[in-house]
């Protein structure tokens, strides 16, 4: 099976599809309680738990893979999360890129990065222009 295979099973069966189940089938063994899983002490535990809350917060979603690189035992992966967020007609689109380094095609390293900021602006959980304004200095303050 390719790396590009895994990845795109990554993010369709577990982000998308919501199934924690093929957890134990893409994580190779060492990373049961690692923290090489972006710094999460046990991600067989902790994904499922990530993953049902972005669900929660705004439903169904697709992950669009914009460009895959590949390099050895590594991947990098830059990609898109929409979401036309349920019971609303608000929409959903922010960008991350993810390295995954694979031991026998299973996932034993991973590291992300996602903008955040954007997915919290677009839910109104954050204010607009929230990082223009940390960068000035501001400070987010909830009452």
């Not at 957890?23 to 063994?29: K, M, R, S, T």
């Not at 999460?40 to 697709?62: K, Q, T």
């Not at 990098?76 to 922010?94: C, E, P």
């Amino acid at each position: 099976m390719s790396k590009r295979h895994l990845v795109d099973r990554w993010f369709t069966a577990i982000w998308e599809n919501n199934n924690a189940a093929i957890l134990a089938e893409l994580l190779h063994p060492s990373v049961r309680e690692s923290n090489t899983l972006d710094g999460m002490p046990n991600p067989h535990d902790d994904f499922p738990v990530l993953v049902e809350a972005v669900h929660r917060l705004i439903g169904r979603f697709s992950v669009d893979i914009l460009h895959h690189m590949e390099d050895g035992d590594w991947t990098s992966t830059f990609f898109v999360l929409r979401s036309d967020v349920h019971g609303s007609d608000q929409n959903v689109s922010a960008d991350g890129i993810v390295m995954m380094r694979f031991i026998d095609n299973q996932i034993a390293e991973l590291r992300s990065r996602f903008d955040a900021f954007t997915f919290f602006e677009q839910l109104g959980q954050l204010p607009e222009e929230a990082m223009p304004a940390c960068l000035a200095g501001q400070r987010l303050t909830w009452a």
